[in-house]
């Protein structure tokens, strides 16, 4: 309770202070692409293109709006189920993920849309998608730490993460070529490691101070479920939106749909048979189900056939499950990991396995499968990388993949100690996963006697 | 209470047995057609096909993922009004929904998508699109059994359910002929008559033994509203999603958004002359209010005109509303008909009107109003059926409804019989609508003491 | 007490009334146009249009979708907030829209769509777009009666909040030819001015007895994000939907998705900054977030840059939160406006700031910037205005916020003065915000005893 946990300052300033960055940032780098510019009516004609649906903006918007969906009502939604923290789980989400996405624009436009010829960045709706993408991995992060600390760490921790999220991103698929339209590496494994890594250094020995808050009520657990249903149906939007235009979207929503849809039964099966009677637990419902389409983020592009999907969501429904009935509660007593939503099992895991399935489908690609020019399309295999064969291709995959884990262990520690500094105004232990509404309202969250619930039980009809 | 409900063998093998054959099947059968496979872009230069913006997924990929929205989140909350079962509400649709696309995949190949060449199954946007919506047959039924059935018996209500859904939509739009874009006859008429009837051979005498959970709570029904308008807003969507290109899907839209306008009005209307003081009755707004996309669904693309949608929509949104206030309590105690949900007034009465006005729109097309091409265009008046005059398609819109409307009942009592069997683990009448959450929990539902608030704060941390 | 609430014969009577008379006005009037109708296929042919993905349906249909979900969940779950008027938000926002968009279609086909050889309205997914806009003015003005007026009002304020609509966005858009295409002035100007002068005169000088209800609770703040979000991610579509085809609608989705997340970073620096402890108001979060999304609205198709658009949203998040912390309050007290959702914050003033920046970004357009051409498309300088400069454009610009402001003042003065009438069942002072659901349900909310309840009701106000 002696603990400064006073924002009234800090908040604001830096709310303020990043934002004002942001407009001088933008003022100096930003601008609009030739599609998104008003001579985009002189560039069709000077690239003969017929019609003004050949703007990427009709390929790309609908997909946009779903990924923004996710990034906004599926991570923020998904983060209520906590009985006395639904408004700090879906309100930090909506503060950083703005923040982010704006610091997203400038350190993803650096590194890939810079022009040369005036050395500004120029954007369109593929911007804005990556800019999305960028900000889930922080989103992931923030799971990690859910209830435990203060919008400023939060802020701090977006900055940092959009930053060395930018850097991964450059080294995976520009430097290694490797691809990853669905973010398997680049959004959850990074995501993933960096926010356990920081909840790793924030570890707080006498948090069973607050453990009568850390579960859920009935209808708090409904809300966490509009958070799953909206990122679980949008999911192959999120894997397509910037694919390759034509078959490799549509390639992508369907092995996305598929994977998605064997990670639910295989949750539903693991997690009534882990139960007394056959209940199920709603902490696997909102979360396990989702695994497909995380391990599909790197191979959704493939030719990875629909029954390939089918095995990568039937795998890790059964393994994010397990994770929440076994590697979670291992990490807390063992290794001193306090993971609020689970992201370990939800992102971290599943990630690395869409990381090497996407090595073994890209090294076990075939011109006989793709055809001589889907295979270099699918690939990319052009310019500096036009003579590399899918084995080696299958191995810059798997380099990328151990990218994405140093850079979310190295950048966590380091973004952890910088946390970890006594002025972020973050709350003390028993006031972890606290809204701290006034009294009466408290009365009306916990009702007559304040009891804890762990368990959130689904019958079996 | 000795009767023995535990599913925790039951359930996860039923998961397990036929996600593994659903691996095993499209291992053998499904792959992706030449529109989302890599060979696609020697498919557009073999076919002159100018653009990538040519592929079907751009013409569906906006509508599949409204559709989609629908089958989850529509369906899934619509089902949460109940105080105690919001959880088996929402869960239980995604279980079912989530093995029955995949089902359906496979069923709606056979039938439809069957390459001669080499036997596969080949698949594409618009297979997704029919897999949701032979889902939603089986999610309008469990609406009938809400409550009242296991996860189990579900798993096997939704594997005949969809069995049943192919085949008589083979019949009706192949052998027959009959246009039902938006599936009044082949998806709403027979999902209620399907439910209705599986409800009706498992009638439970002493259901009244868990009336008291039997309402919703003021919160539940918010939630339920959710569904309600997701449903709502995105009808258009669903009854235009595998519409004709071009003024097809054009058309379908706006007469679908204008007949769901209309049942709004007459609903509330009924509604507030049926209640003491002229209140409204939620479990009206919840579903009469969407009648009107119901009914048209088989006309969606006719030239019904835009007042013709709009009569449409106002007397189905009456009918609907006297379907709760007088069809659902004459059924239950006189037919024996336990209807949770009440689909037999929001899915089978409408979408027998859809069926009928179908026919009817069909009879009465004319070249004059159609033009030759779009006559030809909007009935497919091509190969086999080059000579059908609108008289005949009239006639045959009508055989088509009288197809789902026998398949609905005779394959109800066929899956009623089985679920019937005492091993499905369904809950004893004083145990239906109920969670079963811990007794802390259900506190927290019922809770004790009243107590207002003005101010809401979210915290620093 | 005494005061005659009961709408049982008023509601019923004004839904028959108004249903039947579009069902007339539509069969004289409405049409399908070229692109919706069964001979589009002719119209293709004669203006050789090669693909049916010229039709506007393609360009348009993602876009309405995302609107038509602003509408109905987004303005509709806002204003679930009210801890026991979360039905009469959700369900007569559905009512009022679900009639609104109709009388639009025939209002806004008189002044903009008449098809001079037939007489006859011509309709197409543009038109369902500009009606959902149309609407979207009465629902602003509804926040302001929020909880204190009956249905029946609340469907006369529509009918002639729809009428005055359709002749200021007359005026604006065709006689002075100013541009607005996300509606800061035609929408939201407007649609504030006439709910708050519409409130004004309704003033209810002992509205203190309900003041108890005047309030949330914790889950009905939840409920009132996702109306916040739904808002807050499609925004975009919303200011691009009738944007120019190509760069028109790539442009308006970025100037709006930067706008809106800067408010957001301004939004929580004031609100945290205002409260002991920096802790944040859930009010202040739902509302001011969404400042930049309506400023945004006049100049989103404009070449005003991507920093532009940023300073944009800085100032209106700050001056909306600054408008709920001083501004309503001063409002109540001193000019006796009671604004329940704080409207005047939210659309007046951003809207208001809207106009202007539209003006000036006009007046300050440029050759150099624009291009030739895309000086003449962006601003449409053909036929009767084809020798306008930016310069008068801009004034007319300025005209055109005069217009808006003008007509919500004066037309809300009429229309309140007919409100104001006995005859409309409105609520006693004592019963406002009140869903008065039954009193076994009553109890459930503020809960004391559990207890069962079947009928759930929706009040008159």
């Given at each position: 309770m002696a603990k400064n946990t006073n924002i009234r300052i800090s908040l604001p300033a830096v709310c303020f202070v990043w934002q004002i960055a942001m407009i001088i940032l933008f003022g100096v780098f930003i601008r609009y692409n030739e599609e998104s510019e008003t001579r985009w009516i002189e560039h069709r004609r000077r690239k003969n293109i017929s019609t003004n649906l050949e703007n990427d903006f009709y390929y790309r918007y609908p997909s946009f709006q779903d990924v923004h969906v996710m990034i906004f009502v599926g991570f923020g939604f998904l983060m209520t189920f906590l009985k006395r923290y639904s408004f700090g789980g879906v309100g930090f989400n909506f503060l950083i993920a703005a923040f982010g996405i704006q610091w997203a624009l400038l350190m993803q436009g650096w590194f890939h849309y810079l022009d040369e010829n005036d050395g500004k960045i120029k954007i369109g709706v593929e911007n804005l998608i990556n800019a999305d993408f960028c900000v889930a991995g922080c989103l992931i992060a923030y799971g990690a730490c859910l209830g435990k600390v203060s919008p400023v760490q939060l802020m701090v921790l977006t900055l940092f993460g959009v930053t060395l999220f930018a850097v991964e991103e450059y080294i995976i698929l520009e430097l290694l070529h490797a691809k990853d339209p669905g973010g398997?590496?680049?959004?959850?494994?990074?995501?993933?490691?960096?926010?356990?890594?920081?909840?790793?250094?924030?570890?707080?020995?006498?948090?069973?101070?607050?453990?009568?808050?850390?579960?859920?009520?009935?209808?708090?657990?409904?809300?966490?479920?509009?958070?799953?249903?909206?990122?679980?149906?949008?999911w192959p939007s999120f894997n397509s939106a910037i694919a390759d235009h034509g078959d490799g979207q549509h390639r992508a929503v369907i092995n996305t749909y598929l994977a998605l849809a064997a990670s639910v039964l295989t949750t539903f099966a693991i997690s009534s048979i882990s139960q007394k009677h056959g209940k199920l637990d709603?902490?696997?419902?909102?979360?396990?189900?989702?695994?497909?389409?995380?391990?599909?983020?790197?191979?959704?592009?493939?030719?990875?056939?629909?029954?390939?999907?089918?095995?990568?969501?039937?795998?890790?429904?059964?393994?994010?499950?397990?994770?929440?009935?076994?590697?979670?509660?291992?990490?807390?007593?063992?290794?001193?990991?306090?993971?609020?939503?689970?992201?370990?099992?939800?992102?971290?895991?599943?990630?690395?396995?869409?990381?090497?399935?996407?090595?073994?489908?890209?090294?076990?690609?075939?011109?006989?499968?793709?055809?001589?020019?889907?295979?270099?399309?699918?690939?990319?295999?052009?310019?500096?990388?036009?003579?590399?064969?899918?084995?080696?291709?299958?191995?810059?995959?798997?380099?990328?993949?151990?990218?994405?884990?140093?850079?979310?262990?190295?950048?966590?520690?380091?973004?952890?100690?910088i946390l970890k500094l006594p002025i972020w105004g973050d709350p003390a232990d028993a006031n972890c996963f606290d809204d701290e509404v006034p009294e009466d309202e408290d009365e009306n969250i916990l009702s007559r006697h304040p009891n804890m619930n762990h368990t959130r039980g689904m019958p079996d009809a």
């Open positions: 398997s590496m680049v959004i959850h494994t990074f995501g993933a490691y960096y926010g356990l890594t920081i909840s790793w250094v924030l570890y707080r020995p006498m948090l069973s101070q607050s453990r009568h808050l850390q579960g859920s009520v009935y209808h708090s657990d409904v809300f966490a479920m509009i958070g799953t249903l909206f990122l679980w149906m949008y709603m902490v696997h419902i909102q979360n396990a189900t989702l695994a497909g389409g995380v391990a599909m983020g790197t191979a959704s592009e493939f030719m990875i056939t629909p029954y390939g999907s089918l095995i990568v969501g039937f795998c890790s429904g059964i393994i994010s499950t397990f994770g929440y009935l076994f590697v979670t509660p291992f990490m807390e007593k063992t290794l001193k990991i306090q993971d609020t939503c689970g992201i370990h099992n939800l992102h971290a895991m599943p990630g690395v396995i869409g990381g090497i399935i996407g090595a073994i489908t890209a090294a076990s690609a075939s011109e006989s499968v793709y055809g001589q020019e889907g295979l270099i399309n699918t690939f990319d295999f052009k310019e500096a990388v036009a003579n590399r064969t899918v084995n080696i291709q299958g191995g810059y995959q798997a380099a990328g993949l151990f990218v994405a884990i140093a850079f979310g262990l190295v950048g966590g520690a380091l973004v952890g100690g």
